[in-house]
């Protein structure tokens, strides 16, 4: 097993028709740890799934290098740098069975001589026939055994025997699975492998893919769009657009503290709502006419800002719903989407006409248009200057 590193990593595409060059990756610098689930999200274009095939050997940087352990990989055939990748659309082989797909790597890790190469053909074309009659061949064997313990993880035992027409998306996208893990590869690469599956299959291969991950320990880059696949499994998420980082961190520490306005808008649904503010004294922000509150590792910050413009920045549950006082923000319930477990709340504000969404528990029930009065949390807001920004806490050492 093994870290990856992309160190000044860029990757620019020639226009098409005289049209300008297209640079999808700019100077990116990203370190992977060992045995790291890290999930890598961003907008579309971004530059995600460049940066896994850069990884992957498919395409080659303009500049900077990649490092997988601490082996160049930038130059060397894909063949050569242990990885293996799971694409969205499964790309298993449509004449080999469920065993073969997953062998398939297998076969191909080790160099054989055509002698070899004949006498484990002829083991696996006898291995239906009595025992006495087969031919044996230790690195078939092997490959069984292995083949045997993929399938018994991923419930594929009884699938063997099909061929990939004969399988559901969910069944395809384990064998894909189960494939690169045959390999037992130094980094597995996951590019959007549950894009394709309905939303209960969804869940279950996720918890799938993170058991598998954990027991195996091996290093994994997972590509997506979907924000609950970011959130519940990787151990650190890599934000990016515009082919640069945005920011790399926990889950948690993206969602509480976002680096910039595009991480605050980008990561948690829904997103974060935006108001211009003025900072005022005390510890104040200033929306209009309105006086908030603010509390918590801020608030020493705000003690230089006074007088500045600012964007302030609430989650969804940062909004408690509150009686009728003047100290709270009056708001119209504009749409209203019950979820079950909970309700969330697309609101306009009367002070200022900002849209703003709440999460409120399921009952009581909401309607468009009925008034309602919203009391934010002083501990949750997050400040960002006018470049978009987050405003740093002073350093308390």
């Known amino acids: 097993m093994s870290g990856v590193r992309f160190e000044a990593l860029s990757k620019t595409y020639p226009g098409r028709r005289g049209e300008t060059p297209v640079e999808v990756l700019r100077q990116l610098d ?15 274009g971004c530059g995600k799934s460049t940066l896994l095939r850069l990884l992957a050997g ?24 242990d990885v293996a990748m799971v694409f969205q659309s499964y790309a298993l082989y449509p004449h080999l069975s469920v065993r073969d797909n997953l062998s398939f790597g297998l076969r191909r890790s080790q160099t054989r001589s055509p002698w070899q190469q004949l006498h484990d053909q002829f083991s696996r074309a006898s291995r239906r026939l009595p025992q006495a009659l087969r031919i044996q061949s230790t690195r078939e064997q092997q490959i069984a055994e292995q083949i045997q313990t993929v399938a018994k993880a991923l419930e594929l035992e009884p ?9 559901s998306g969910g069944q395809k996208q384990r064998v894909a699975l189960g494939r690169a893990m045959a390999r037992k590869p130094a980094v597995f690469l996951m590019d959007e492998p549950l894009s394709n599956l309905d939303a209960k299959l969804r869940n279950s291969t996720r918890t799938r893919i993170v058991d598998l991950q954990r027991t195996l320990g091996t290093t994994t880059v997972y590509v997506t769009h979907d924000q609950v696949e970011a959130m519940t499994m990787g151990h650190r998420i890599a934000v990016l657009n515009a082919g640069k980082l945005q920011q ?29 503010v003025c900072v005022g004294p005390n510890a104040t ?22 007088g500045q413009q600012l964007t302030a920045g609430l989650r969804p549950e940062g909004w408690i719903m ?10 119209e319930v504009s749409h209203c989407e019950v979820l079950g477990n909970e309700q969330v709340l697309t609101c306009r504000l009367l002070d200022g006409d900002h849209l703003i969404q709440v999460r409120t528990p ?7 248009k ?22 740093a806490m002073p350093d308390t050492n």
């Open 30 to 44: 990203l370190t992977i740890k060992d045995g790291e689930f890290l999930v890598l999200v961003g907008p579309s």
């Open 58 to 81: 498919l395409d080659r940087p303009t500049s900077g290098e990649i490092l997988i352990g601490d082996r160049p990989v930038s130059r060397i055939r894909p063949a050569q740098r």
């Open 159 to 167: 699938l063997l025997d099909r061929l990939p027409k004969e399988l």
């Open 248 to 276: 790399l961190g926990t889950p948690m520490e993206l969602y509480n503290w976002p680096s910039n306005l595009f991480v605050a808008q980008f990561i948690g649904s829904p997103p974060m709502a935006l108001l211009p």
């Open 285 to 306: 922000l200033l929306l209009g006419d309105r006086r908030l509150a603010i509390e918590g590792p801020l608030v020493q910050a705000l003690a230089s800002l006074e």
């Open 322 to 331: 509150a009686p009728a006082t003047n100290r709270n923000l009056a708001a």
């Open 362 to 368: 399921p009952e009581p029930l909401y309607q468009p």
């Open 370 to 391: 009925q008034m309602v009065y919203l009391a934010p949390d002083p501990r949750g807001w997050r400040l960002f200057d006018e470049l978009g920004n987050a405003v």
